[in-house]
């Protein structure tokens, strides 16, 4: 990203192998011109977005740790959004926290056994970065969540309200 006021000068070479030739994208060598294309002064730009956001829930506690790495760009806050599932909109109704000045943040409002998705946000003034990727986890649960009502706890559930044992013979 560039600051406000800095002018951006763009250069083209362009080269032919054949100096009696005109350059084009297809002959290459020879440095036969060079030209200024573009001088652009930047007027206002917003702030890159942070990265690596990860998720972590607290066990057995309706807490979740979120961190993630700083905009490349000098940033004033950051802002969190929360969704139920993946894809969520990043809108007002999912945002959960505004004006952070640091790189993490604890959800505390969330309740056991319920799935969370996360991203956030660079702001910088009036002007908002795009978002992180996307990280979840199941509250009151610190695993990675993939084996969550898998099928050791359909085991352990039919053994305890079914009366059924498991065979482990084969």
């Known amino acids: 990203m560039f600051p406000p006021g800095q002018t951006i000068v763009l250069r083209a ?13 297809f002959n290459w060598g020879v440095t036969i011109a060079e030209t200024t294309i573009a001088a652009v002064t930047v007027s206002n730009q ?13 066990d057995g506690e ?22 139920p599932e993946p894809g969520f909109p990043l809108d007002a109704t999912h945002e959960i926290a505004g004006g952070l000045t640091g790189t993490s943040w604890s959800d505390t409002t969330c ?4 799935g969370y ?3 956030v946000t660079a702001v910088l003034g009036a002007y908002v ?42």
């Open 13 to 25: 070479t362009l080269t032919t192998s054949d100096p009696g030739r005109t350059p084009t994208l």
């Open 46 to 58: 917003g702030p890159g977005p942070p990265s690596n956001l990860r998720a972590t829930a607290r």
């Open 62 to 83: 309706a807490t979740i740790d979120l961190v993630w790495e700083a905009s490349l760009t000098p940033v004033a806050t950051y802002t969190v959004y929360r969704g």
């Open 111 to 114: 309740v056991i056994g319920a």
């Open 117 to 119: 998705y996360y991203r």
């Open 129 to 170: 970065s795009l978002p992180t990727n996307e990280a979840g986890a199941i509250a009151g649960y610190a695993g990675d969540g993939r084996d969550r009502l898998g099928l050791e706890d359909l085991w352990a559930f039919a053994g305890a309200n079914l009366g059924g044992t498991r065979d482990t013979s084969t």
